[in-house]
């Protein structure tokens, strides 16, 4: 299992990019932030909300030199089938068909054969620095993951609720 501060594990996973069907990894995004998430299955009631949520922040994370990638264990098929209900998104949706990555990353309920909601957000040396596993039940917050995002950015120590434009405190160590 993946923990905070160590390399991510890197990936090859087929996938769409708006209606295309792309092969990506994670070293591909090198030089860059990741905000990698899982979501448990297309065709669901919660997963649609977040896919939505991230695409409708795409340009924030743009802004901040992150690619967003999404993953779960359906095939790239499903997931193209997906989108014309919820529509073609700007960043790739990827599949885990095999469950290795979401196996990898610590996130497989091995009895479902489906991941949890796990949030990964992986500096540009491919570090993870932050990571957030929740029920598959209750959706994330996309606002909080760029808010963490834009604090780990800063290199500095940000206070409980600190808020892109308030006062660090100070240089980290």
């Not at 996130?107 to 570090?127: N, Q, S, V």
């Amino acid at each position: 299992m993946v923990k905070v501060g160590e390399i991510a594990p890197d990936f090859s996973m087929e996938g769409i990019l708006g209606k295309d069907f792309i092969k990506a990894s994670l070293s591909d995004y090198r030089g860059k932030w990741v905000v990698l998430f899982f979501y448990p299955l297309d065709f669901t009631f919660v997963c649609p909300t977040e896919i939505t949520g991230f695409s409708d922040k795409f340009t924030d994370f743009l802004e901040k030199n992150a690619q967003i990638v999404g993953a779960s264990v359906d095939s790239k098929y499903a997931h193209l089938a997906w989108t014309d209900d919820i529509g073609a998104q700007p960043y790739p949706l990827l599949s885990d068909i095999t469950k290795q990555v979401s196996r990898d990353y610590g996130i497989l309920i091995e009895d479902e054969g489906i991941a949890l909601r796990g949030t990964f957000i992986i500096d540009p040396e491919g570090i993870v620095r932050w990571m957030v596993v929740q029920d598959a039940n209750v959706g994330r917050s996309v606002d909080e993951t760029l808010r963490v995002l834009e604090a780990l950015q800063t290199g500095q120590l940000c206070p409980v609720n600190w808020h892109p434009g308030q006062q660090t405190l100070g240089q980290a160590a």
